[in-house]
């Protein structure tokens, strides 16, 4: 299908995202410098999602929830893993509260696609977006992410079967 790519080593892309009020989905372009025309792709091996400490400690409740996606489009209206425009979704809650005691969270949260077939997921990298929605929290949330990925070219038959692939059909 795709050439190969012609990176030796992984390139390195980074976003951030805040929610525009509390529990609003909210939606940020990553400046990906990527011309729409040129046919490129890139393979993605790695995200890492950050949240501080501050932003973790606004879940206090079983029905608290911070969602954070990698998304080709910012039409969407939930984040939904059945939706073509979500490439990737990470979700963090608490699933059990004890009166007393504590755990320890591990950052970043870690999203590997190296072990897929071919390296990694390809994707399309304009428009890329970060997105962000807490669910019944008090404050607004911030999230950040960091991706690993190598570039390929494509033929021009094969671009438009990865745009229509992520494409949101309204």
Not at 63 to 68: E, G, L, M, V, Y
Not at 127 to 154: D, H, Q
Request: one cysteine or more; proline letters at 3%.
């Amino acid at each position: 299908m795709a050439m190969q790519s012609k990176d030796k080593f992984a390139n390195k892309m980074f976003g951030t995202c805040v929610e525009s009020a509390a529990n609003t989905l909210t939606f940020s372009e990553i400046q990906t410098n990527v011309d729409v025309f040129s046919k490129q792709a890139w393979l993605l091996h790695r995200l890492e999602w950050y949240l501080s400490g501050t932003q973790v400690d606004k879940i206090l409740q079983a029905a608290d929830w911070i969602s954070a996606a990698l998304t080709s489009s910012d039409k969407l209206s939930s984040l939904d893993l059945s939706s073509p425009g979500v490439i990737d979704l990470m979700e963090l809650g608490m699933h059990s509260l004890t009166a007393v005691g504590y755990q320890f969270t591990q950052k970043p949260f870690i999203r590997d696609f190296s072990n897929l077939p071919g390296g990694g997921l390809i994707i399309a990298p304009r428009p890329l977006y970060i997105a962000v929605k807490g669910e019944s929290l008090a404050s607004a949330v911030t999230v950040a992410v960091r991706g690993y990925f190598t570039t390929m070219t494509l033929t021009a038959d094969e671009y438009l079967e990865l745009v229509d692939f992520y494409r949101i059909v309204q």
